[in-house]
């Protein structure tokens, strides 16, 4: 039942209109072949599963179809910011 | 009973109304309840108890309600488990109890097997020795709950979405002053008020009696909300008789609005809608919810005429009307007395039985003294006697000694034919925790209150366990004056200081009771799940010590009534029993709905044909005419089979096959997805996408591939055609064609 303001559509909508994508900042591996089982398991299974402000993906489902970046508290569902994907990185989250 | 020369300003005893309940026919005034009508025709017994199957009468007089559960109208119109207290009467009604009073029951003739049936009783009967499936279904049917509807609901339900600066949830004095204060200090803010009676006043209508200046205020400010509400592109939305029953995430509110009772809606062509749900997001949420009183315990305090104070107070001035002639109030708090006042100027006999010893009254216990209403300081009620009805009760003195009450004085007994109690008030904070917030336990007002500070959101008025009426209208602005700051419509509150004590206006003492009480047997916490003392103390005993463990294993506060009446006291009894502050046992967790939901309600407009969309092919015309049985993938109507007369199935299907074999196939793919991949990448992509190789496909050839994801997962399989190097067109499953379109 949130409120998600799609950074491109400049608009605030209701959560129906868009599908969540999972943690950010979870770069693929440049080089899956020589990857371990533990490794890749890794990379397509484990989650921070964080307690508090985490970075999260979006998609604009039945709007733009455009992935973005938000910012929600998992205890209380708030959303903090939300951001186009480069406005925010991992090395550099606001 | 129905007073003679009572005025009501609901009851318009000009339009009588004929209704039917449980089969005998009855007349009542417009304005009145299902049950307010009842009581006026001195019907007294509404249902019979979950599980011991005990006589049940009225308790409360709205959304508190345990005991009364009635199922409407029959058919199209059926509606099971409503509230006789919020059934609005019209002409015609009928309704039967959910549990027939006045049928021979099952569990009554057992009555002597009623003390081997405490909490745990069906798991540790029949589960453990797993006989359960064999009687379960016996026992479900002895339930105490209406018949689910069996044929289709004739009615039509809206839904309805706003956007709002401002929510209001309750139309008492607390909301109808926030709503006119966050409405007269801007000029664009936007504000709903809703609420769940069907006059906007709450319990001001009380105060009528005894205040004038009750009166003229809500007069007044009824006609300035209404001033508000009267004219074009109005910024005040008014819904009566709705009741905000969920809280989701970033003020998401839902609220339910009762049109109409069981009346048929369908007259000339047209149908209105029964219930409209409203669909409201709030920039903020103001909650004057108020707060329902909870019953003083005492061995079979579920007879019938054993009722709230408040309600009976409701009842009287509100309806002008009155189950008893002989009425004892009991409590520990001075809202008692105010009942007692109210019942003597009706000219009807009435006692009060006050727990709290005598000594520093307030001015409304003086003004009862003085009208001579017989007053009895320092007792407490042990019992109510009667079978099915009170006939009188138990008194004996009590003392607090340290900080527990100690009964202290012999037993006596008087008489009475109404007993209305009040152990003080519970704030509604439900609506306030569904999305987390927690409440805390207040010492001066003994009542659990909301958080104090939450984003977004204001309480004003007797959620905040304040009592007297002129408090709450200096709350109620304060509060819409933060409400607008937060908003950016003012700079700068302005906050007015309440009376002193204002958190104590009743006076109240502790709400326990004296634990020799708490141990008699048949003292009910919860009426609708028939939950005792005993079976808290039991589970208890058992090892349970946390509330929530404790309310699963007795089902206290399980029933459609969700405790509202029982769960606080259930706390208070647990808190005694494990002799441990009620602060420290805390109080279950508030969850959506605060009341039933109707599931028409919840499908609105979404229903038959628009339950979803159907999607034809351009050859269905020619699939019917052959009689094919269509399978529906994703929302496209397709060919299954084709059954000759008499085929099943599979002969139908053998006979497709052998066809196919033998002559020729025709298939309709147009239902798949179709997606055009061109660049010099193009083959690089298949390979990437499908798990077999695509690299040596050439022009004017097709292959079939299956899909996996990166945790190896089969997502989508089809089969794809090479146009030419960079160039292929690629198909997807049907059913997935939807999901992946909106990727
Ligand atoms: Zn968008």
């Given at each position: 039942m949130f409120l998600i303001d799609c950074p491109y559509c400049k608009e605030s909508r209701d959560q129906n209109e868009f599908s969540p994508a999972g943690e950010a900042f979870i770069a693929r591996p440049q080089n899956p072949e020589e990857l371990s089982d533990d490794e890749w398991s890794d990379y397509v299974f484990y989650r921070t599963n964080h307690k508090g402000d985490h970075w999260e993906q979006w998609v604009h489902t039945n709007g733009c179809r455009k992935y973005f970046l938000v910012k929600r508290s998992t205890i209380s569902h708030e959303i903090l910011e939300v951001a186009a994907f480069g406005e925010v990185t991992s090395e550099n989250p606001s | 009973?129905?007073?003679?020369?009572?005025?009501?300003?609901?009851?318009?005893?000009?339009?009588?109304?004929?209704?039917?309940?449980?089969?005998?026919?009855?007349?009542?005034?417009?304005?009145?309840?299902?049950?307010?009508?009842?009581?006026?025709?001195?019907?007294?017994?509404?249902?019979?108890?979950?599980?011991?199957?005990?006589?049940?009468?009225?308790?409360?007089?709205?959304?508190?309600?345990?005991?009364?559960?009635?199922?409407?109208?029959?058919?199209?119109?059926?509606?099971?488990?409503?509230?006789?207290?919020?059934?609005?009467?019209?002409?015609?009604?009928?309704?039967?109890?959910?549990?027939?009073p006045n049928s021979i029951d099952f569990r009554a003739l057992i009555k002597p097997l009623h003390r081997f049936m405490p909490a745990g009783f069906y798991y540790k009967t029949f589960i453990k020795q797993k006989v359960w499936a064999m009687v379960e279904?016996?026992?479900?049917?002895?339930?105490?709950?209406?018949?689910?509807?069996?044929?289709?609901?004739?009615?039509?339900?809206?839904?309805?979405?706003?956007?709002?600066?401002?929510?209001?949830?309750?139309?008492?004095?607390?909301?109808?002053?926030?709503?006119?204060?966050?409405?007269?200090?801007?000029?664009?803010?936007?504000?709903?008020?809703?609420?769940?009676?069907?006059?906007?006043?709450?319990?001001?209508?009380?105060?009528?009696?005894?205040?004038?200046?009750?009166?003229?205020?809500?007069?007044?400010?009824?006609?300035?909300?209404?001033?508000?509400?009267?004219?074009?592109?109005s910024r005040l939305k008014i819904f009566s008789r709705s009741t905000a029953y969920a809280w989701y995430d970033h003020n998401y509110i839902e609220v339910l609005q009762t049109n109409a009772t069981g009346e048929s809606l369908i007259s000339g062509g047209t149908q209105a809608a029964r219930k409209v749900l409203h669909k409201i997001r709030a920039k903020e949420v103001i909650l004057a919810t108020g707060a329902h009183e909870r019953p003083m315990l005492f061995e079979t305090n579920d007879l019938a005429n054993i009722m709230l104070s408040q309600s009976v107070r409701r009842y009287l001035n509100e309806f002008g009307v009155i189950s008893g002639k002989d009425v004892v109030l009991y409590g520990n708090n001075d809202s008692i007395y105010s009942?007692?006042?109210?019942?003597?100027?009706?000219?009807?006999?009435?006692?009060?039985?006050?727990?709290?010893?005598?000594?520093?009254?307030?001015?409304?216990?003086?003004?009862?003294?003085?009208?001579?209403?017989?007053?009895?300081?320092?007792?407490?009620?042990?019992?109510?006697?009667?079978?099915?009805?009170?006939?009188?009760?138990?008194?004996?003195?009590?003392?607090?000694?340290?900080?527990?009450?100690?009964?202290?004085?012999?037993?006596?007994?008087?008489?009475?034919?109404?007993?209305?109690?009040?152990?003080?008030?519970?704030?509604?904070?439900?609506?306030?925790?569904?999305?987390?917030?927690?409440?805390?336990?207040?010492?001066?007002?003994?009542?659990?209150?909301?958080?104090?500070?939450?984003?977004?959101?204001?309480?004003?008025?007797?959620?905040?366990?304040?009592g007297f009426w002129k408090d709450v209208v200096i709350d109620a602005k304060n509060k819409a004056q933060l409400t607008l700051l937060s908003l950016g419509e003012i700079k700068k509150s302005t906050q007015d200081s309440m009376s002193e004590n204002y958190l104590d206006y009743y006076n109240a003492s502790q709400f326990f009771v004296p634990i020799e009480i708490l141990n008699r047997p048949k003292v009910?916490?919860?009426?609708?799940?028939?939950?005792?003392?005993?079976?808290?103390?039991?589970?208890?005993?058992?090892?349970?010590?946390s509330i929530e463990h404790i309310k699963r294993y007795t089902a206290m506060g399980f029933g459609t009534d969700q405790g509202k009446t029982g769960n606080?006291?259930?706390?208070?009894?647990?808190?005694?029993?494990?002799?441990?502050?009620?602060?420290?046992?805390?109080?279950?967790?508030?969850?959506?709905?605060?009341?039933?939901?109707?599931?028409?309600?919840?499908?609105?407009?979404?229903?038959?044909?628009f339950f979803d969309p159907q999607r034809y092919t351009t050859i269905h015309d020619s699939?019917?005419?052959?009689?094919?049985?269509?399978?529906?993938?994703?929302?496209?109507?397709?060919?299954?089979?084709?059954?000759?007369?008499?085929?099943?199935?599979?002969?139908?299907?053998?006979?497709?096959?052998?066809?196919?074999?033998?002559?020729?196939?025709?298939?309709?793919?147009?239902?798949?997805?179709?997606?055009d991949v061109q660049g010099k990448d193009a083959r690089e992509f298949l390979s990437r996408v499908y798990t077999n190789a695509w690299m040596k496909l050439a022009p004017g050839s097709c292959r079939y591939g299956l899909m996996c994801n990166e945790k190896g997962m089969i997502i989508d399989d089809g089969v794809s055609t090479c146009i030419n190097d960079n160039h292929f067109i690629m198909t997807t499953t049907t059913g997935v064609l939807q999901a992946f379109t909106l990727l």
């Open positions: - | 009973m129905r007073l003679k020369n009572h005025k009501s300003d609901f009851i318009d005893q000009s339009e009588a109304l004929s209704f039917i309940f449980n089969n005998k026919s009855y007349k009542g005034y417009k304005g009145d309840t299902l049950a307010s009508a009842l009581i006026a025709n001195d019907v007294l017994f509404f249902a019979r108890s979950f599980k011991y199957g005990r006589k049940r009468g009225l308790m409360g007089s709205g959304v508190e309600e345990p005991n009364a559960l009635v199922s409407l109208e029959i058919g199209g119109r059926y509606t099971p488990n409503l509230k006789a207290t919020e059934v609005m009467l019209y002409d015609g009604l009928s309704a039967v109890s959910s549990s027939n279904d016996s026992l479900r049917s002895l339930a105490g709950f209406s018949k689910a509807p069996t044929e289709k609901d004739e009615d039509v339900y809206d839904h309805v979405f706003h956007h709002t600066e401002v929510l209001v949830v309750g139309g008492g004095v607390a909301g109808i002053t926030a709503a006119l204060e966050v409405l007269n200090n801007s000029k664009t803010t936007r504000v709903i008020l809703v609420d769940e009676r069907a006059h906007l006043g709450g319990e001001l209508f009380n105060e009528f009696q005894s205040d004038d200046t009750a009166i003229s205020w809500h007069h007044d400010n009824l006609s300035k909300l209404l001033e508000f509400k009267n004219v074009a592109n009942t007692a006042i109210d019942i003597n100027n009706n000219e009807i006999n009435c006692k009060v039985i006050d727990i709290r010893p005598s000594g520093g009254e307030s001015e409304t216990v003086l003004k009862a003294k003085k009208l001579g209403i017989e007053v009895l300081q320092g007792y407490a009620v042990l019992k109510a006697h009667g079978t099915n009805l009170v006939k009188g009760i138990e008194v004996s003195s009590v003392e607090m000694q340290g900080k527990k009450w100690r009964l202290t004085g012999p037993s006596k007994r008087l008489n009475c034919d109404l007993l209305a109690s009040s152990g003080g008030f519970n704030p509604v904070v439900h609506l306030d925790c569904h999305c987390g917030a927690k409440t805390f336990f207040d010492e001066d007002s003994q009542a659990f209150l909301p958080q104090k500070v939450r984003k977004n959101r204001q309480v004003c008025g007797s959620i905040s366990a304040i009910f916490i919860d009426m609708q799940n028939d939950v005792t003392t005993l079976d808290v103390a039991l589970a208890i005993r058992e090892g349970y010590r606080i006291n259930g706390i208070a009894v647990a808190a005694q029993f494990l002799d441990v502050p009620l602060s420290e046992v805390g109080t279950t967790t508030f969850r959506p709905a605060y009341t039933g939901v109707d599931f028409g309600a919840m499908a609105g407009r979404e229903v038959g044909g699939h019917l005419e052959s009689g094919a049985e269509f399978e529906v993938v994703g929302q496209w109507y397709r060919p299954w089979y084709y059954p000759k007369s008499g085929e099943d199935i599979h002969q139908a299907v053998n006979r497709e096959c052998l066809a196919v074999r033998t002559s020729l196939g025709m298939m309709d793919a147009s239902t798949l997805g179709k997606i």
